[in-house]
């Protein structure tokens, strides 16, 4: 299992012909972006492959962040909601934000909903979640069906499925086919010649 | 095994066999698994709630939010009810004052405000069961049912979100006991269900999940729906809980001496 560091240097070597070298052109932290650009990529292909192959429809704790945020009431909207720091990846049923659960007493976990969740469930039994709070995603908020502040909750634990930071760690089986395609997308294209003579050097 | 669970714990269950690893279908789900805990309550469970309602100035009670029909409506006497009758004829308040308050049809009408076709009777007068003194001689056949002085009352359905119940005018007792069915859900608590339902409420969410899943063929509906209705055959039977000793107290009860002739 290789590291960030690891493979980028590894990819660095490989796209300069050895160790790089202090004039070279190549920023590592381009290279580590790209990577986990395409580990993303990844991931979302892993989630259907895994649907496919065994109907598991889970994701690698591997790929999950974790952050304990604070809790802040909306003024205007009059609900409770975390600000996420950084964007997950969009699965199906927004499984991309995995998991919230309050500091105060994990063992009690939000339910997900989604952003229609309060006017689908309207007037339903089924709607109070079985005294469950729920949570849903607005762009970069994330918005709770319960005033969970005056319950006693100030921070929340939140887990969301994206490659992301330094200590991220790559599925062995994966890092190849991540090495090859920031590869691809380093090495420099040639332009396309668009005309045609017998001269090999392209000419606009 | 506990008498009850909570149904969201029967949610959670289904999830795993249904190979999820998060919550992120628990609405769906608990939405099932309340169709199907609503089938129990209303056809097998034998639950039956009791509640002491008041009735308001129109003479009339607001049933609570999981009723679902009447089993027993009366007024509380020590330790007994005063079992009400029903009728259909009691009207469905449409009378309102100035501001709009509803108001109660009355009884008490003067008797000369009652058109004389309608006290008018046109049918037999029968005095063949007392003697000229007026004492009773017996043969009173053919007589039809009485009323019951303890009130009545009607179910008035579809008049906001709960059912209403509407007594008539005679009647005095402001609280009113009422058996009745529920639907089993209460807005403010966790929902429970008596434990034999457990796997048939499981069943019915995953009845219901492959019923709707894209692309899966009707056999596995069909497969599902079968063994829903296995799990609550075998609810039913488990709630019923008839046994041998039942039978012959039942037997023993109906066992009478015959006249000899």
Known sequence: MASLVVLRDQIIRRLVGGDQISDSEID????????????????????????????????????????????????????????????????????????????????????PTNAGFSSLFHGLAAGNLEMNTGFYSDRNKVFFTKDIISQGTSKVMVKIIVAIGQDVIF???EEESIIKEVMSIMIPKMPQDKVVNNIDKPQE | MDSYVTLDKIVRQALIANGEESLHKYSRYLLFAMEGAKDFYIDSAQDVKTVMLTMDSVKQAHLPSDFVDWVKVGIAIGDRIKVMGVCESLPILTKRDNCGNLQPYKSDVPINDIPVDYLSYGGYYFFNYTNEWGELLGGLYGIGGGYTDSGYFRVLRNQGNNAILQFNSDVDNTDVYVEYISNGFDPKAETIINSYAEKAIQFYIHWRVAWHKDGASSGSAKESEFQYYNELRKARIRVMGLTTRDVLEISRKYYMQSPKM
Do not use: W
């Open chain 1, 28 to 111: 590592p932290r381009e290279i580590e972006l790209l990577i986990l650009q395409v580990a993303n990529a990844a991931i979302k292909i892993e989630y259907f492959t895994n649907i496919r192959a065994e109907d598991n429809h889970g994701v690698s704790g591997q790929y999950f962040a974790t952050y304990v945020l604070p809790v802040t009431k909306d003024p205007v909207r009059k609900e409770d909601y975390i600000i996420l720091p950084q964007p997950y990846i969009t699965l199906p049923r927004d499984k991309g934000l995995y998991q919230i659960t309050p500091m105060n007493g994990k063992c009690k976990f939000f339910i």
């Open chain 1, 171 to 173: 599925d062995p089986a």
